[in-house]
């Protein structure tokens, strides 16, 4: 009697692991088709933000983070943010554990090198222009994203 049990309970083991095979093949499947925008909501890899950004644009006026902008370039770096960790530690228009976004630009003109030292710094981290708190380095973004990014913030006000 306890052969039989003991036959049975591992029958059903097996049949237990082969229907969780099937189903982590079907999701690994399920994963594979979706969309850039899908894959990328919780992730921020320099090349999944790349592909995000190149997405085609929606014609709005307000983009995700709930901003007006132009358009163009500023509307891809809002993308680049949205899809990235960015808004964990900012918002727009309030300080959270970083600075605001609109503090920001108030601070730094839009120019060249203010762009390059702020995206600089968005990969590389920093501490001690906005407070004790350190700003985590994020050494998966392209210098070219950073950049689309930091154009964004430069250009609220």
């Known amino acids: 009697m306890k052969k039989v049990a003991l036959l049975l309970s591992v029958g059903i083991l097996l049949a237990a692991c082969e229907s969780e095979t099937k189903k982590s093949e079907a999701t690994e499947a399920n994963v594979k088709a979706a969309s850039s925008a899908e894959l990328n909501k919780d992730s921020a890899t320099g090349a999944n933000l790349t592909a995000v950004a190149n997405q085609p644009q929606v014609d709005t006026s307000v983009n995700k983070i709930g901003t007006e902008h132009a358009g163009g370039l500023v509307a891809n770096g809002a993308k680049l943010m949205s899809a990235s960790?960015?808004?964990?530690?900012?918002?727009?228009?309030?300080?959270?554990?970083?600075?605001?976004?609109?503090?920001?630009?108030?601070?730094?003109?839009s120019t060249e090198a203010n762009i390059t030292m702020l995206a600089n710094k968005i990969i590389q981290g920093g501490k001690g222009n906005w407070g004790e708190v350190p700003m985590t380095p994020h050494p998966g973004l392209s210098l070219a994203d950073t950049k689309e990014m930091t154009k964004y913030i430069l250009s609220l006000k």
């Open 85 to 109: 960790d960015c808004a964990s530690c900012h918002k727009e228009r309030e300080k959270l554990v970083g600075p605001a976004y609109v503090a920001i630009a108030q601070k730094y003109p």
